[in-house]
Every structure is written in structure tokens, then in C-alpha cells.
């Protein structure tokens, strides 16, 4: 048993995996700004209009979004030159609809200058029409499913066309990127579900207009068809009673009002807009044409409701009788003879359905020309269509991979199109590496990938399944089950064909690129054929209408120039079959698809209840195994999954390469193979790639060098290590330096405490006694020893002069207390009398020191030397007999000296000092940041603050 894990989330609603932006559509209208404009003007600004035309050091500023898929499509349209596309793709409901929608907003928007300005007022109505075509599309190929209240039900190709500016005139306009102003656009529809007409599940819809038209005004009604007024859904068996559905917020009656608006945009108003609504009109009403056996004969047909057919031959205007005889009796010709054949009651049934299905796809595929007559700029700018060639930016809105309990024709024809969609992912990505290793002459085996071509070949090969699925349809009494037979045994060692025991004679398996699916062949030949009995073609013809009369009229010729049968002979295998006309249609999408820049946008569901803020872990993990994300992060690595420029590799690793090394690269020509060579040579010279000691490392290529798994790690490791060792040096160096730096001042302070200390040692009060004569007279520097000021190596200002002062004598303080509780000698005993005389001196001298200590804070001094000439005046302390030598000017002279020969680069290592100059030269280039913590910005902000 499985168990459904959930999770909450909040923000990683895309992500990015090698050219894939994985998007979770389903929340995101409950996070606010997330498409705004501001959003928008963002991801314009940055990755569209920067300054330079540099886009690489920009893209880690934004986030994955939507935004930056069009926005770097738009990019590779201005500024390289080169057509885009963009292929959308996931379930059904995982929000492929809205994110094409939302792209096209996007790209349509870009008109002014970086991206603000409002558009031109001259393609203000282009772009209101290229925008709204998509409600029109909606209205008539979307539908309400068990997943989604709006699904669509057919797969799509929209070609945004621009004028694109020319490179000079921006350049002489000011512009950083040429301009490319939304000229029009272009349609092309795949696959619509046709029996979503006919037939739908109960808690599912069939399409939106059927509603919306049913729900409109009853005066626009009787302006459509008189039959119309007053009806509701239970009305029509196709339609059936359901409850009322509200998209967007909007009720079938106001969705009604947005398409009539969007129709008038493409220019579909009054006669044309009447025509389009009674052959929906004709479609609803042949629903409820009611087919039972005839009383005289049981196999034969006939309609029970006369009132139906009298309603559904008004509505088309034709006769009541050539509608009754087309719906249930068809013309059998033999030779030159025609024979007029009753049909039983479900062949009837499957005419009025066939026809019913024909006249929908019709009318959808004349709505989508007129779509496009009226988007397209080859018709907007007929006079210079033929001397402009646009630019074209593609989106493809297909469904994605279905696999379901039951599958049916419909789910092979999608799974499908996704093995094709998988194959050009797979040329785009892994054989593109391999054309990029021969571009710069790396002799390397074929690499290995998972290719789908086995599965292609079972479906489109000259044997494969709709080959031998158009035969059987070509056979007189062709079945499913035959078809099944000749399919299995044709294809029997095709290990993708899947064969079991416990299949049903109609069912089979594929193991697709997504997975295993068991398809159910019931229908698959009646499906494929999609025949329409001649004698409806005929009565179609005949109709008033003119949009159904002009669309069947266009399928009969068709059908009536297709070859015939020889006399003698069998006939041609000419029928266009759904298979073969879907194959083709597919091929020529790849085609134009191939002339592109692609990029992929995968849609995931994240929870089936459609509730925010939740994610169902095991089906969104099914979603990108079946979408092929797994594969393209693992197979790519299998050869050389890291690469860097010479340029790179070289500023990268030469740090701690040895001096030998680093000579030999000053010495070579500027030519980076030669130079990584070198380099890489000996910084892998004991790494083993994969284990295999014959296996070299890596490959330098013409531009790039190409390292194995496992051989970059390797290197960031060392320089990290490197790096670390010269971060440690560097920080002792600069102790050092600070340290060396202040000596002079605790020396000078050194010694003066020293003074005092000697002073308190010295016995016998008559010392002192004759001390005191001398003191008067003379000064403190005397009593030192110092005879001049020493210059200090940096001028230091009079409050920092206070605050050292101040320091220096509270320090002499506390040594003197020591000293008088911890002799350093031990003199002759005082007496009482010799005690009774130093106190008074004692107490005199700590008093005058506490009274310098004060006046610092207070008095304004030049240098410390003055203001203790100057306090010294004032105190009576004994001091120390003089040094023979004047220490203190000694050890100045020398740490000047020292200083002066031994400057901070000169005295450490060759390898510390070209560590710092790259240091010096990384501090205004773009650094590459690894995953250890210690990283080369970390390391230079430690050693430059």
C-alpha cells in the first residue's frame, strides 16, 4: 500500500533544472505580486534591457519564474537574431492554459523602451486581438473534466509575430536592446476531442459555447433560430442537465457576452456571427434526433421523432425528406449500378454522431482561419508582408503524458506527441553536447542516452502501428482484434511492444519514455477510419448554411478525387486516416520547431482537491519522472559533468599550483590549451578519475576544459585548503604588523614604569634625603634618562595622546602599590623613625599622581613629553639614577630601521605574495563562490577589513 505524502509550501513555485523551468501553477492566484507589474518591469529590466547586453552576470539576481522564460526568449529574439519557442506541457489541470496566457501578456507588453512604456496606439488593437483570441479558443475547444472546470480538450501552436528593429537604428536611438513591436499572430490547432460532442461523463461538461449559447438572451436567440428560444440544457440530449458552472467569476450567460465581444475583434459579427451559432445550433439538434427500429422490419432505422427532424431540417434548409433519407439509408455503387441501403440502428446512430462530430471540428477549424485572417500580420501589413520578414516566438500549449486505467485511441495519439516532444528534448540536450565536444575537437566515444527512436520506430515505421492500423482500416471488415493479431506478431521481437498473457485479444502494451501503459484497441480502427457516409456529404452540401455547406462541400471533393479502384484491381491505399493525418501534422510541428531556440516549461499538479498551499510529494514526483526531469539531470553527467572556460580554469587554480608550475605558464605562448595543460597536469596528477588510473581527468578543448566526475571537486577541495593556509598566514602577517606598530609606545611607557619601580626599591631614607637637592634643580626627562622627545612614526592627536597618558600612569599606580606591599630586596631592617619619614612622601606622591591622572581628562596638551615636564615641576618624587646607555632611543633606531629593511611583502614566502595579488586583482572581478563555507569573498573581506 502506498501512502500519499503532503506537504505545505509557500514559495518555490518554480525552479529550474538544466533548460526546464518547473512550474506549480495550481496556488499561485493566492499569492499576491507574483505576476504583477512591478514583477514584471523586474525581470524586463534585468534580463532584457541591461545594461551592456550582459545577461550572464545578471540571471543570478532574479529568481525562476515564468517571467524569465519569455523575457529571455524575447532577449534571443532582439539581440541574437534567432526564432524561439517555448513548448508548455504537463497533465491536464496542471495550469498549461494560464501559463501560456501569461507569457503571451508578458511579450506582448514589451513595447516601449525598457520595457515601461505603454505600447503604440497603432498596435493597441493587434495586440487587444492577438490577446483575446485566446477566450475565443477557450469558449470553443475547452471543457469542464473531473480534474479542471476549464480543460483544454486540443493542443495548440501559437507564432507570435514581431517587427524586429534593426541593430543600427537602436543603436542611433539609444536603445541597449532593438525593439520588437507585436505585429500579429498565427494559429494552428492538433487533435480537438471530437466525441467530447457526442458524449461526456456524467459530472463532466461537453464544450463551453454549447452552454454559453443555450444561456444567452432570448432575443439573441430568436435572432440565431426560433427553435432556440426558450431552451435549457436538459434540452439537448448532448448537452444534458448539469449545474451551472462559473469561470473566472462569471456566469455561461456573461461568458456568453465576452465571446460575442472577442468575436467582433476578429471580425465576426451579424451574418458571419448568425452562421457560426446555427451550425452550433445544427450540432445540439442532432442530438436529439432519436433513432429507433422500424415496426415492419427490425433491422432497419428510422426516426421516431419527426419533430426533431422537421426542427433540424429548418435549421439547415434543406428538405425534410432528403434529411430522413441521409440519416438512415446509405448508397452502395457496384460498378456503374447505385443501390439505396436501409441502415440498421446503430449505424444510424454512428452517422448522426459521425456527422454531428464533423460539423463541430468544421466550424472550430473555420473559427481558428478567421482567427487568424484577422491576427495575422501577413494580412494587417499586406503591403509589406511581402518585403518584412518577421520575427517569431512560438508557444505550444500540447497535452501531456496520460496513462490511465482504461486507454483509449485518444491517449495513444497524446503519448504520442510526447514521445516526439521527448525525442527533440533529447536532440537538444544530449546530442548537442556531443556536437559541442566535437566542436572543440575532444576525441570522446559516443555518449550514451536514453533515446526513445525504439519507441517511434513501433508507432511510425514502415511496419509500425499506424501503418498497420491504416490497412486494417482499408480492409473490407477490418476489426480491432485482426489489427491487434498482425500488430503483435509483426512487431514480436520489438522489445517495447509488450505482449502478457493476461491481455484481452484487442489489448496491448508500450513501454513509453514516462512508463508502461496498456491501451484497450476497442475503436482504434472505427476511430482511425473518422468516415462520414456519403449521402450526409451530399445532403451538407445542400444546406443553407454556408459555413457548413462550404466545409463539407470542401471534405467531399476530397474524398471524390481520391484514387479509385482499377477495374480488376484493388483499391490504392489512399484514405487520410486520423493517424496519418496527425503524423503529418506533427512532423511539420517539429519541423518549424527544429528552426528554433527552445526552451521547456513542464506544469505540475500539485494536489488533486485544487486547494492552495498543498503538495502531494509521490504524485508531483510521478509528474517529473513522466516529463523526463530525472533523466536529463542524471544522463548528462555520465561523460563530463562540469566544464569551465580556459580563462577561468587558469585565474581558478593557478593560486596553488607550485613555483615550477606558475613559471612555465609565464613562459608559454597565450594559448589556454597549452596553459591548462600545464596547470591541470599537475594539480591532477593524483586524482583517479572514476578509479580508472587510464582514464585521464580531464579534456581541454579549443574554448573550454572538461572535467570527469568527481575531477572539479577535487580541485575546489585543494584550493579551499590553499586558500585557507595563506588566509591564516596573511591574518599573522597583519598581528604581526599591528604588533610590531605599537611597540614603540610600551616601550616608552615600559620604561617610565620601570623608573618608578627602582625608585621604590632603593633603601634608606638618607638616599632620598640627598635626593632632594638635585630634584629641585633638575627634570623628569633628566631623571629618565631621556634627553629628547622621540619622534613618534605616526603623529597621534591630542585626545589620543590624553587617553595613552592617562592609561600609562594608572598603570604606574598599581605597580607602585605592589611594590609597597612586595619589596624586591631585603635591605637592613627600618626603623619606626625611617618609616614615620617616608610616609609623608608616600602619601605626597600618590596625591600628585591622582592630580596628573585628573588634569589629563581636562588640560589641553601638545605632546606627552611637555605635559610631563610640565606636572613634573610640581611633584617631589625620588627618582632612579640614570642609565649608562639611553635605552630607549636605542630600540627606536632599531625598530625604524627594521621597518625601513624589512617591508611586510618582502619578508614572507613567493607563493603569499602571488596569493595577495590575485587577491588584489579578484576585488573587482566576478569571484566564482564554491560550497565550502570558507570562500574566496569571505576569505578577501577578512584579510581587507
Known sequence: MTTERTTTFYTFLFFSVTCYLICSNLVTQWIDGLYSNQRRLEYTQKLIFCEGGRYSDLKSEVEPHIYETSSLAYRGLAVDGHRQSILVSGESSAGKTETVKIIMSHLASIQ??????????????????????????????????????????????????????????????????????????????????????????????TYHIFYQLIAAPDDFKA?????????????????????????????????????????????????????????????????????????????????????????????????????????????????RDSYIVPMKVEESRDSIEAFAKEIYQRAFDWLVRSINDATSAEHIYENVADVVEFG???????????????????????????????????????????????????????????????????????????????????????NDACFISKLKKVNKDVSVLVDERLHCPTEFGIDHYA????????????????????????CACKSSNDLICTELKAKADASAAAPKAAPGGRAKKSILTVG????????????NISK??????????????????????????????????????????????????????????????????????GTLANTGKEQVDVLLGELLKDFKANGEEDKKSYESGKTRVYFRTGALEHLESKRIKAMSEHASNINKMIRGFIARASFPRLREKAIAAQALAREERMEGKSHRNTSQSSL??????????????????????PRRQRKSLKCALDRLKQTLKRQKTTPLSQPSKPTSATLSASEPNCHRRDKNLLSISKDLSKAPINTPFELLEQKWQQTKITPFPPSKNNTYNS???????????????????????????????????????????????????????
Open 112 to 205: 516601449g523602451p525598457e520595457g515601461s512604456n505603454p505600447p503604440p496606439s497603432s498596435s493597441s488593437t493587434v495586440i487587444k486581438r492577438v490577446l483575446d483570441s485566446n477566450p475565443l479558443l477557450e469558449a470553443f475547444g475547452n471543457a469542464k473534466t473531473v480534474r479542471n472546470d476549464n480543460s483544454s480538450r486540443f493542443g495548440k501552436f501559437i507564432q507570435l509575430q514581431f517587427d524586429v528593429e534593426n541593430t543600427t537604428s537602436a543603436f542611433f536611438s539609444g536603445g541597449a536592446v532593438p525593439r520588437c513591436v507585436l505585429a500579429g499572430s498565427n494559429c494552428e490547432t492538433y487533435l480537438l476531442e471530437k466525441s467530447r460532442v457526442v458524449e461526456h461523463k456524467d459530472s463532466e461538461r
Open 223 to 335: 435572432q440565431v433560430w426560433d427553435g432556440l428560444v426558450g431552451t435549457t440544457n436538459s434540452s439537448f440530449r448532448y448537452v444534458g442537465d448539469c449545474e451551472p458552472l462559473t469561470l473566472d467569476g462569471l456566469t455561461d450567460a456573461e461568458q456568453f457576452q465576452k465571446t460575442v465581444n472577442a468575436l467582433s475583434l476578429v471580425n465576426i459579427t451579424d451574418n458571419k456571427l448568425n452562421t457560426l451559432m446555427r451550425a452550433i445550433c445544427t450540432v445540439l439538434q442532432l442530438g436529439n434526433i432519436a433513432i429507433a427500429p422500424d415496426s415492419s422490419d427490425n433491422e432497419k432505422a428510422c426516426i421516431n421523432s419527426q419533430d426533431e427532424l422537421e426542427k433540424l431540417a429548418e435549421l439547415m434548409g434543406i428538405d425534410v425528406e432528403d434529411a430522413n433519407k441521409a440519416l438512415t439509408t446509405r448508397t452502395i455503387t457496384a460498378g
Open 392 to 478: 517569431l516566438i512560438g508557444l505550444l500549449d500540447i497535452f501531456g503524458f496520460e496513462s490511465f486505467n482504461n486507454n483509449r485511441f485518444e491517449q495513444f495519439c497524446i503519448n504520442y506527441a510526447n514521445e516526439k516532444f521527448q525525442q527533440k528534448y533529447t536532440l537538444d540536450i544530449f546530442r548537442s553536447v556531443q556536437d559541442e565536444y566535437t566542436r572543440e575537437g575532444i576525441d570522446l566515444d559516443e555518449i550514451t542516452y536514453s533515446d526513445n527512436s525504439e519507441v517511434l520506430k513501433l508507432i511510425e515505421g514502415r511496419m509500425g502501428l499506424i501503418s498497420i492500423l491504416n490497412e486494417e482500416c482499408i480492409r473490407p471488415n477490418g
Open 515 to 538: 512508463g508502461h501503459v496498456k491501451y484497450n484497441a476497442d475503436m482504434f480502427v472505427k476511430k482511425n477510419t473518422d468516415l462520414l457516409p456519403k449521402d450526409l456529404l451530399d
Open 580 to 591: 496519418t493525418k496527425f503524423r503529418t501534422q506533427l512532423t511539420s510541428l517539429m519541423a
Open 596 to 665: 528554433t531556440r527552445t526552451r521547456y516549461v513542464r506544469c505540475i499538479r500539485p494536489n488533486t482537491e485544487s486547494v492552495p498551499i498543498k503538495m502531494n510529494l509521490s504524485s508531483s514526483a510521478e509528474q517529473l519522472r513522466s516529463v523526463g526531469v530525472v533523466s536529463a539531470v542524471i544522463i548528462p553527467r555520465v561523460a563530463f559533468p562540469n566544464r569551465l572556460t580556459h580563462e577561468a580554469a587558469i585565474q581558478r587554480f593557478r593560486c596553488f599550483a607550485s613555483a615550477e608550475a606558475r613559471h612555465k605558464l
Open 776 to 797: 629641585q634643580n633638575g627634570s623628569f626627562s633628566s631623571c629618565i634618562g631621556v634627553t629628547s622627545t622621540p619622534k613618534s612614526p605616526r603623529p597621534k592627536s
Open 891 to 945: 630600540l627606536e633606531q632599531k625598530w625604524r630601521q627594521m621597518k625601513i629593511d624589512s617591508p611586510l611583502l618582502k619578508a614572507h614566502s613567493p607563493s603569499v605574495r602571488f596569493f595577495l595579488e590575485d587577491v588584489l586583482q579578484e576585488r573587482n572581478s566576478p569571484i566564482i563562490t564554491t560550497t565550502s563555507p570558507h570562500t574566496t569573498h569571505q576569505i578577501r573581506d577578512e584579510i581587507f577589513l
